[in-house]
């Protein structure tokens, strides 16, 4: 299965009952393994859960933590970049140069790179005291 079915078939999964908005991330891991995720709204909007942040939680939960790529979908006039969160969220795991896919319904729009999306990313370098 590719990236951008896998998103697109779990964007229609999500529970967007107050925006309508419908977010759908795929994530291949360096083993080949995908896991998907979906936005999960909650009527206490700061609770909810991104799509890109699903996808995270599913993959370590299988024990696996190397990203080698991402594709966002959304049904949306504009390629939808994941939010400041998630950006980071997705830096925690994947490599500057992994590539970010931005997709509509009718396919892939835009890629780049992890850091593209994240230029200086907070790291586990900056928490070393030395």
């Known amino acids: 299965?590719?990236?951008?079915?896998?998103?697109?078939?779990?964007?229609e999964n999500a529970h967007a009952p107050y925006s309508h908005f419908k977010v759908g991330a795929a994530i291949r891991?360096?083993?080949g393994a995908i896991f998907v995720g979906c936005n999960v709204e909650n009527v206490a909007y700061p609770e909810g859960t991104c799509a890109e942040a699903g996808a995270i939680a599913a993959m370590v939960a299988a024990g696996?933590?190397?990203?080698?790529?991402v594709l966002v979908?959304?049904?949306?006039v504009e390629p939808v970049t994941p939010c400041g969160g998630c950006r980071q969220k997705l830096a925690e795991f994947a490599a500057p140069s992994v590539e970010v896919a931005l997709a509509g319904l009718a396919g892939e729009t835009r890629?780049?790179?992890?850091a593209d999306l994240l230029p200086g990313a907070f790291a586990q370098s900056h928490m070393s005291k030395s």
Not at 3 to 9: C, G, K, T, V, Y
């Open 1 to 11: 299965m590719t990236l951008f079915n896998a998103a697109r078939a779990v964007r």
């Open 29 to 31: 891991t360096t083993s």
């Open 64 to 69: 696996e933590s190397d990203i080698a790529e």
């Open 73 to 76: 979908i959304a049904d949306s």
């Open 111 to 114: 890629r780049m790179t992890m």
